[in-house]
């Protein structure tokens, strides 16, 4: 049985090893958000909007392999279903 892939809760990146996950108030690793989203339990961009965060994937695409048009198209379909981004 294949383990399911944790992904940042707020950009969707993989979380698949320690080095990846960003860190809690206390210093432990935080399960939900990678190490470029959430430092020392605080955001790294707290003012940054969904659309922005959609828009700021595109700088990524090269690293995933994806054009631009298609690490877009990928950000609004999964950033507004990831945990950070949901309407309360």
């Given at each position: ?12 990146m ?38 922005e ?22 950000a ?13």
């Amino acid at each position: 049985m294949e383990e399911e892939m944790i992904i940042c809760q707020s950009c969707s990146m993989p979380l698949a090893k320690d080095e990846e996950k960003g860190t809690n108030a206390d210093g432990s690793k935080n399960e939900e958000y990678c190490v470029y989203c959430f430092v020392n339990g605080n955001f790294t961009k707290p003012e940054q909007t969904l659309e922005e965060a959609i828009a700021e994937s595109e700088d990524f695409a090269d690293a995933a392999g994806m054009s631009k048009e298609e690490a877009r198209k990928y950000a609004e379909e999964v950033l507004p279903k990831l945990k950070r981004w949901q309407q309360d």
